[in-house]
């Protein structure tokens, strides 16, 4: 998973290619139960490059894409948003693998 620091790490993964950005927080207790099952969700999907978003150190996007609640997930495919699995909700690895299978 690339967990980008800067804008530019952001957004060379969303210009070409399926992209899955996970919006998450250290602080965010969803957040923390889901991070374990991240691993297979990605090995589940390789033609999604996973980038894990710091709602901390990106409020900015977060506020312009409406992302209100994390953990979110939002598919990106060469530089266009496909789907977006957000909610304030805590989210499983089965609904997370659903949201992807059928993107």
Known sequence: ????????????????????????ADWCGDCVYIKPDMPDIEASFPEYTFVQVDRDVFIDICQK?????????VAIEDGKERGRFVSKNRKTKEEIMTFISEL
């Open 65 to 73: 894409w409406g992302i209100l609640g994390i953990p979110s997930f």
């Open 1 to 24: 998973m690339l967990i980008p620091t800067t804008y530019e790490e952001l957004a060379k993964p969303l210009e070409e290619g399926k992209t899955m950005l996970f919006f998450t």
